[in-house]
C-alpha cells in the first residue's frame, strides 16, 4: 500500500501557528485594522511632504566625502585548509602540521600550473566560496583577519600569495581585481538620498501632527506613563 502525506494548507498552517503564539483571530484582525489606520492618517498628515532636487543636491554636496566615498577594494579568490581541532581539543602542533602538508601540497600543485578555481572546487573547506572557485567577491579593509587582508592587499592583479596563517587555517589567495578608492557620482545616490531625507522630514511632520493632537485634548500626563507614548513636550500640558 502506498501512504500519501499532505502538506498542510496555508490556512491550516496560519491557524496553527496563531495558536502557537496564544494570538486570537479577533486580536489579529483588530491589530491588522489599527495598522491600516494608522498608515492612512499617517499618509494623510504627510501627503504635502516632498523633497526638491535641489535639497538633496545639497546633502550631496555636504556629505560627499563622509557617506558616499567607496575605499579601495580587492577581489580576491581562496583555498583554505582549516585546522582539524576535534571537539574538546585545543589547536595543537600536530593539527597545524597536518593542514601544512594539505596546504603545501595544493601550492605545489599551483605552481605546476594547476588551475586555481578547480583547485578551490576540489580541496578548500571554505564551503560558501569553493562551489564558486573559492570567489569570495571585492573585500574592503578591515572586513577580514588582519593576516588575510595584509596578503591580499599586497597582491597585484593576477598575482597568488604564499600560505597565509590566521585562525582558521591556511589560506592560498588569488587578486582577481583591484579598485582604487572613488566618490559616487550624485546621480549614483540621488535615489537614495531623497529617500532617506523623505522619511526624515515625513517622520517630522508626523510628530507634529501628534504632537498637535495631544496638546488640543488636553492630556494629563501621570508620572508612570509619561514618556510611554510621547515626550511632553515643554509647551504640553504636565
Same mark, same amino acid.
Given at each position: 500500500?502506498?501512504?500519501?502525506?499532505?502538506?498542510?494548507?496555508?490556512?491550516?498552517?496560519?491557524?496553527?501557528?496563531?495558536?502557537?503564539?496564544?494570538?486570537?483571530?479577533?486580536?489579529?484582525?483588530?491589530?491588522?485594522?489599527?495598522?491600516?489606520?494608522?498608515?492612512?492618517?499617517?499618509?494623510?498628515?504627510?501627503?504635502?511632504?516632498?523633497?526638491?532636487?535641489?535639497?538633496? *543636491?545639497?546633502?550631496?554636496?555636504? #556629505?560627499?566625502?563622509?557617506?558616499?566615498?567607496?575605499?579601495? !577594494?580587492?577581489?580576491?579568490?581562496?583555498?583554505?585548509?582549516?585546522?582539524?581541532?576535534?571537539?574538546?581539543?585545543?589547536? #595543537?602542533?600536530? =593539527?597545524?602540521?597536518?593542514?601544512? +602538508?594539505?596546504?603545501?601540497?595544493?601550492?605545489?600543485?599551483? *605552481?605546476?600550473?594547476?588551475?586555481?578555481?578547480?583547485?578551490?572546487?576540489?580541496?578548500?573547506?571554505?564551503?560558501?566560496?569553493? /562551489?564558486?572557485? @573559492?570567489? =569570495? @567577491?571585492?573585500?574592503?579593509?578591515? !572586513?577580514?583577519?588582519?593576516?588575510? +587582508?595584509?596578503?591580499?592587499?599586497?597582491? @597585484?592583479?593576477?598575482?597568488?600569495?604564499?600560505?597565509? &596563517? %590566521?585562525?582558521? @587555517?591556511?589560506?592560498?589567495?588569488?587578486?582577481? &581585481?583591484?579598485?582604487? /578608492?572613488?566618490?559616487?557620482?550624485?546621480? &549614483?545616490?540621488?535615489? %537614495?538620498?531623497?529617500?532617506?531625507?523623505? #522619511? #526624515?522630514?515625513?517622520?517630522?511632520?508626523?510628530?507634529?501632527?501628534?504632537?498637535?493632537?495631544?496638546?488640543?485634548?488636553? =492630556?494629563?500626563?501621570?508620572?508612570?506613563?509619561?514618556?510611554?507614548?510621547?515626550? /511632553?513636550?515643554? %509647551?504640553?500640558? +504636565?
Amino acid at each position: 500500500k502506498f501512504k500519501f502525506r499532505y502538506a498542510a494548507s496555508p490556512k491550516a498552517a496560519f491557524e496553527k501557528e496563531l495558536k502557537n503564539r496564544k494570538i486570537t483571530k479577533v486580536f489579529l484582525k483588530e491589530q491588522v485594522k489599527s495598522q491600516l489606520l494608522r498608515d492612512k492618517v499617517f499618509a494623510a498628515a504627510t501627503s504635502g511632504v516632498a523633497v526638491s532636487d535641489t535639497d538633496a *543636491k545639497k546633502y550631496y554636496d555636504e #556629505n560627499a566625502e563622509t557617506l558616499f566615498m567607496v575605499p579601495e !577594494q580587492v577581489k580576491v579568490s581562496h583555498i583554505l585548509i582549516k585546522f582539524n581541532i576535534p571537539e574538546g581539543q585545543e589547536l #595543537n602542533d600536530a =593539527i597545524k602540521a597536518e593542514a601544512k +602538508e594539505k596546504i603545501l601540497s595544493i601550492q605545489k600543485q599551483l *605552481k605546476d600550473g594547476a588551475d586555481f578555481a578547480e583547485l578551490a572546487k576540489k580541496y578548500s573547506d571554505d564551503t560558501a566560496s569553493a /562551489p564558486n572557485g @573559492g570567489d =569570495i @567577491g571585492f573585500i574592503s579593509r578591515g !572586513q577580514t583577519v588582519p593576516e588575510f +587582508e595584509k596578503a591580499a592587499f599586497d597582491l @597585484g592583479v593576477g598575482q597568488v600569495s604564499d600560505i597565509a &596563517e %590566521t585562525t582558521f @587555517g591556511y589560506h592560498i589567495i588569488k587578486c582577481v &581585481e583591484k579598485q582604487a /578608492p572613488y566618490l559616487k557620482t550624485y546621480d &549614483e545616490v540621488k535615489d %537614495t538620498i531623497k529617500s532617506y531625507l523623505l #522619511n #526624515n522630514k515625513q517622520l517630522s511632520v508626523w510628530e507634529d501632527f501628534v504632537y498637535s493632537i495631544v496638546d488640543k485634548a488636553g =492630556i494629563v500626563y501621570s508620572s508612570s506613563l509619561k514618556g510611554q507614548l510621547l515626550e /511632553p513636550r515643554e %509647551t504640553a500640558i +504636565e
